[in-house]
């Protein structure tokens, strides 16, 4: 299995530019999350999805943020408008029927 | 609340030197325990899941202990070596959920 795949993997963007993160599930898995880590607070969930379904997105930390997960296999994180304080390492993880959670290589995301 | 300490924040040994990394957790009432390495600029990678029936699991020169009633796990590697240089987290679900709890991680050198 290639693993939970995650593009890009850097971004560089303006302020008020659009950005979508990507992220390919590993096959099998129901569960996928969005995590955002950075120096100052570390690893902080952002969202999880469970069978497609968004289950808790509490940690989404604006308005600004979106996610979707169409189908198993696919999901996205948007930032619309993005701010320099966007700028993370935002991580995708899956899991199957076990709690073991699996990530991917993360994208690296600067906003000038 | 959940909160999850790991200390030391950083860590250098020589290599061949056995060592200990600590994790500590405010409740007690947790669902399991996972550890994981991170290398710089990269994904995150579980190295050991420890059930909360469960004291403790091994893998290779990893072992992993786990106690509850103290809100305290350690992960213990034997003969470390260069290739161990990463910082390790410890992370804890929240609830019965998938939501994991991560702490702020140990940054492991082990000099050759």
């Known amino acids: 299995d290639a693993g939970v795949i995650q593009s890009p993997r850097h971004e560089v963007t303006e302020m008020g530019q659009e950005v979508t993160l990507r992220c390919k599930p590993i096959s099998g898995h129901n569960s996928l999350f969005w995590y955002r880590q950075t120096m100052m607070r570390g690893l902080e969930l952002l969202i999880y999805?469970?069978?497609?379904?968004?289950?808790?997105d509490s940690g989404m930390p604006e308005d600004r943020f979106s996610a979707k997960m169409p189908n198993a296999s696919f999901s996205t994180l948007k930032i619309q408008p993005s701010e320099p304080r966007d700028s993370a390492v935002y991580f995708c993880?899956?899991?199957?029927?076990?709690?073991?959670?699996?990530f991917g290589p993360g994208t690296r995301l600067t906003v000038t | 609340k959940q909160e999850v300490t790991q200390i030391p924040a950083a860590l250098s040994v020589p290599e061949g030197e056995n060592l200990v990394l600590n994790c500590s957790f405010t409740?007690?009432?947790?669902?399991?325990l996972q550890w994981f390495r991170q290398d710089p600029g990269k994904g995150l990678t579980s190295l050991l899941l420890?059930?909360?029936?469960?004291r403790e699991q091994t893998s290779g020169r990893l072992n992993a202990s786990l106690d509850k009633s103290s809100g305290r796990s350690t992960l213990y590697i034997a003969a470390s070596q260069p290739g161990d240089s990463a910082t390790y987290l410890c992370?804890?679900?929240?609830?019965?959920?998938?939501?994991?709890?991560f702490g702020s991680g140990t940054r492991l050198l082990v000099r050759p």
């Open positions: 992370a804890v679900p929240m609830d019965s959920s998938y939501k994991l709890i």
């Open positions: 993880a899956s899991a199957g029927t076990g709690v073991e959670q699996y």
């Open positions: 999805f469970n069978n497609n379904v968004p289950i808790d």
């Open positions: 409740d007690s009432a947790i669902y399991n």
């Open positions: 420890i059930q909360s029936s469960q």
